[in-house]
C-alpha cells in the first residue's frame, strides 16, 4: 500500500488543468496499486501563513522549552512535517504564476523546512532528512518554457526541484502543460501533457522501494 499527499496550489478550483493532471497521476498510481491512500492538502483553500518572526523563533526553541503560544503557532508545521514522512509520493499541482510558483505553495515549503527535522547541515554540506520518497509535478504555464530560448526563465521546476532535494527527496519527475494561452495550443496542451502521463510507468515496487 502507497499513501499518497495530492498537493493543490492553483487559485483555479476544478477547472485547474495542474490539479486535473495530478489526479490523473494518482489514477496511474492506483492502477498498479489499488490500495493507494490519497490525501488531499488545497493550499488555495486552506493556505498556511506566510511566516513572521515568532514562528521562526519558536521553530528555533526547544519543544520543551515552548511556551502554549509557541506551541500553538508550530501546530501545523508540525502536522505538515508528520504528513510529510509518513507519505510514500507525493503529487504536486504547480501552476507557474509570473514565472515562479504561487505563494501559498512558497509558504507550504517555507513550513516543512524545519532544521534538525527535515533537513540539517554537516561538516559536508545538507542533508535531507525526507528520504526514501518520490515526487510528481505537474507543472502549468500560459507560454512555453521547455526550449533553449526560455527554459532559463522557468524559475518553477528547478526550485521545486531543488527544494525535495534539500530535505531529501530527489527521485522527482516533473510532466509540463504548456501554451494554456497560446492560440492554436490551448485546446492540445492538456492532450499532449496527458500523453506524456500515459507513457510513464508507476510500478509502486520502484517507488517505494
Known sequence: ?????HIISSTRGESSLTRK????????????????????????EN????LENEQINSFF????????EQREL??????AVEQLFDTDIIVIG???????ITSSLKAYFDHIARARVTFQYTENGSEGLCTGKKAYIAVGSAGLFDNDKMRAFDYATPYIKHFLGFVGITDVTAFRIEGTAIP???ETAFKKAL???????????????
Open 184 to 186: 492554436g495550443m490551448q
Open 21 to 44: 493532471l495530478g489526479s490523473e497521476i494518482i489514477d496511474k498510481i492506483r492502477a498498479n496499486e489499488p490500495d493507494t491512500v490519497v490525501s488531499e492538502m488545497n493550499l488555495s
Open 94 to 100: 504547480a501552476p507557474m504564476y509570473n514565472f515562479g
Open 1 to 5: 500500500m502507497a499513501k499518497v499527499l
Open 74 to 79: 508550530v501546530r501545523r508545521s508540525d502536522e
Open 195 to 209: 500523453e506524456s502521463v500515459n507513457q510513464h510507468s508507476f510500478k509502486i515496487a520502484e517507488l517505494c522501494d
Open 61 to 68: 526553541t526547544p519543544p520543551e522549552h515552548r511556551t502554549a
Open 47 to 50: 493556505p498556511f501563513p506566510h
